[in-house]
């Protein structure tokens, strides 16, 4: 490639907000000349016309017959010619790759064209050393024990039927079949077959509760409800009654959990909520130290790895979410928004409190780390490919690791007060 650009003389900075940088570049007539020439003789080796062989085609008739594509060719070039030498001026460490934009072209006379970096954040870390937070710590009462057991009885509880001729009461679920009218004519699909009914609770279809309550197996009742706007006439039939039957804490139960005694239930169940309680205590506490390393050191970060961060934590949130919570995807963004720049803004904070401190990762606590992975798979396929994708992201966990390892440095440097909460 012939062209050369001079910075300073054919290239100038015009702008700067934060981590974008705009470089006005123009092409002369005489560099323009020789990026053209340039663009024919590449275009020469690919096209092709009725009579010509590819790479016989004369340069004047595809500069004739291609203004477009010579157009492109010209811009790459001379693109081409201006990126080391803004890269070499100004010192820029891109993040993403660079944007044209502007373009004026104006065929054997001049181009104009404007490109757009934008770079990683340049910042001196600072106030990462002796961070005050509160590690609020909550011892687990009998009661929560207590709470905490009856919700498992709560949930392994099952039905049973209700003894013969026992009429509906608060305590009872009923099946029930019910008609809908209107104005005497039944609704279309407004027959419902085996509906279970709380009647301690209320109902979609108000009254419907109260009016089969006192009413024994196979009897009917009929009521009249509003639905919608509507005033609707329903006619319900109980099929079954049943009650709500929570296992009690007795022998059975604690075989199921895998204990002999109450006492050795409580002590476990305490354990749990205890392991609970401390890893919520110390997301917290984590979440104080990430604040404070924002706050001190604020900076602006790449728009387009704003948007590529948001656009993964909107992917994991569609896989993980039922489709029945799914906002626009646009909506979405906008809300994950902040997500993503708390996350860039501590991923780039912890990058350079690592490089300041001297923290890495070496390769034998990266080989530990595989080792780890390698002991809780079983098959030698599941370690081979286990061994292959940990070789891909090879440098993604080295710098997980090197990010934990910071992290653990402003934690041991922080003033953590315990308080009882």
Do not use: W
Not at 128 to 150: C, F, G, L, M, Q
Not at 347 to 356: D, R
Not at 377 to 397: A, D, Q, S
């Amino acid at each position: 490639m012939n062209i050369t650009l001079a910075f300073g003389d054919k290239i100038k900075k015009i702008k700067q907000e934060g981590c974008v940088h705009v470089f006005a570049v123009n092409v002369d007539s005489a560099a323009l000349a020789e990026a053209s020439q340039d663009a024919l003789v590449r275009l020469q080796s690919v096209v092709s016309l009725p009579g010509f062989r590819v790479g016989k085609v004369p340069l004047a008739m595809i500069r004739e017959q291609f203004p477009s594509m010579v157009k492109d060719e010209v811009l790459d070039i001379s693109a081409k010619a201006a990126l080391p030498e803004i890269l070499k001026g100004s010192q820029i460490n891109p993040v993403v790759a660079p944007l044209l934009k502007n373009v004026n072209y104006e065929a054997g006379k001049a181009l104009y064209f404007e490109i757009q970096f934008e770079s990683s954040p340049a910042i001196e870390p600072k106030g990462y050393e002796k961070i005050a937070a509160t590690r609020k710590v909550h011892k687990i009462t009998d009661a929560e024990v207590e709470k905490y057991i009856n919700q498992v009885r709560e949930y392994n509880a099952y039905l049973k039927p209700a003894a013969e001729g026992e009429a509906a009461s608060k305590s009872h679920f009923a099946i029930v079949d019910y008609d809908t009218f209107e104005n005497g004519t039944p609704v279309p699909d407004g027959a419902v077959k085996g509906e279970i009914v709380d009647l301690s609770s209320p109902q979609t279809i108000a009254g419907l509760a109260d009016a089969v309550m006192g009413a024994k197996r196979g009897e009917s009742r009929e009521f009249d409800a509003p639905f919608g706007d509507k005033k609707m006439h329903f006619k319900v039939t109980v099929v079954e009654l049943k009650m709500k039957v929570v296992p009690e804490l007795d022998e059975n139960f604690l075989k199921e959990a895998g204990v002999k005694t109450t006492d050795e239930l409580k002590a476990n169940v305490r354990k749990m909520l205890e392991q609970g309680s401390a890893e919520k205590t110390e997301k917290d506490m984590l979440g104080q130290l990430e604040d404070a390393l924002i706050k001190n050191n604020p900076i602006t970060l790449p728009p387009t790895l704003v948007k590529e961060e948001a656009q993964e934590l909107l992917e994991l949130f569609k896989k993980r979410a039922p489709a029945e919570q799914h906002m626009p995807d646009e909506a979405l963004l906008e809300r994950l928004k902040p997500v993503a720049e708390r996350n860039l803004s501590l991923t780039y904070i912890l990058h350079h409190i690592a490089k300041k401190e001297s923290i890495q990762a070496t390769d034998s606590e990266l080989n530990a780390e595989l080792e780890k992975v390698m002991a809780r798979l079983n098959t030698e396929e599941e370690k081979t490919k286990g061994r292959e994708l940990f070789e891909k992201r090879k440098e993604y966990i080295r710098a997980s690791m090197v990010e934990n390892k910071t992290m653990a440095l402003v934690k041991d440097k922080a003033v953590i007060k315990e308080e009882n909460n």
